[in-house]
């Protein structure tokens, strides 16, 4: 047997609907950017070690960058160098990460804020209504 949903409840369930797609749309890109977050961490991990280990050298070690199958030759000051713009540069990037997380979390929040409002007007609604019905 087919229950009959009162247009106004219908639509404000469609609101709903609708609020519950984009906080999920929300959810996955946050997910993602959380997942790139991770991965800057790492880098940056890795990075410092390398950075540290190269202030311990001693004077006239050698330096080899892997390129490829091929361990090529590089300056001690340069790979001080590109290590620390390495850094500088993946520090920039996990802040940039951590603002747009922040800014997905706020969208959720409000997104959520809006369906638990719809929720709570639908109920009043239905409550409206079968009252409605029981008065006739």
């Given at each position: 047997m087919?229950?009959?949903?009162?247009?106004?409840?219908?639509?404000?369930?469609e609101e709903v609907q609708k609020h519950l797609a984009e906080m999920k749309?929300?959810?996955q890109k946050k997910s993602k950017c959380v997942e790139s977050r991770h991965q800057l961490e790492s880098q940056k991990t890795e990075n410092e070690l390398v950075r540290e280990e190269?202030?311990?050298l001693?004077?006239?070690?050698?330096?080899?960058k892997l390129i490829g199958p091929v361990l090529v030759s590089q300056d001690a000051s340069d790979a001080k160098m590109i290590v620390e713009k390495r850094l500088e540069y993946i520090t920039g990037e996990m802040k940039r990460t951590d603002v747009t997380i922040d800014d997905f979390e706020k969208k959720e929040e409000s997104?959520?804020?809006?369906?638990?409002?719809?929720q709570r007007r639908m109920q009043e609604r239905q409550n409206q209504i079968?009252?409605?019905?029981q008065r006739q």
């Open positions: 087919a229950v009959a949903i009162h247009p106004d409840i219908r639509a404000m369930y749309g929300l959810q190269l202030y311990h001693e004077d006239g070690a050698g330096v080899y997104e959520r804020i809006k369906i638990i409002d719809l079968v009252a409605a019905q």
